[in-house]
């Protein structure tokens, strides 16, 4: 399991997708710009501003319920460090946004576990016609 330690900029929930700030402190991620979409692993800890938060970057996290076996995870556009399944990532960007970052997080091996394989976020645009 690959694990790091970074120092929490706010309050953080273990299961919750994470970026570091330009301050070097953990904060939620989101996929509005690509500094917040740019998710450096799921927290593994829960914690307030300045406690050290250990995060899963490249494991098993296996804290989760109601996931679709084989179904890959994004990262949500409108609530911040929440996954959500491409379909889910869809419906945010149609209703929420004329732009965002798809940004990839894992794949859901069970009902409640997610393999974290991250990749670069891609910036998606909707068309204008």
């Not at 570091?20 to 690509?34: E, F, R």
């Not at 409108?78 to 149609?94: I, K, R």
Request: glycine share 10%; with cysteine; proline share 5%.
């Amino acid at each position: 399991m690959a694990l790091a330690g970074f120092a929490a900029g706010q309050y953080i929930t273990a299961g919750q997708a994470c970026y570091v700030g330009s301050d070097g402190l953990l904060y939620l991620a989101n996929a509005s710009s690509p500094t917040t979409a740019t998710t450096v692993g799921i927290a593994i800890d829960t914690g307030h501003p300045g406690t050290l938060i250990r995060v899963n970057v490249d494991a098993i996290y296996n804290n989760y319920s109601g996931l679709v076996p084989g179904a890959k995870q994004y990262l949500s556009i409108a609530t911040s460090g929440q996954l959500v399944a491409y379909s889910g990532w869809l419906d945010e960007f149609s209703t929420r946004a004329d732009s965002a970052y798809l940004q990839f997080v894992g794949r859901a091996i069970s009902s409640s576990g997610v393999a974290v394989e991250l990749s670069p976020p891609v910036y998606v645009q909707y068309p204008l016609s």
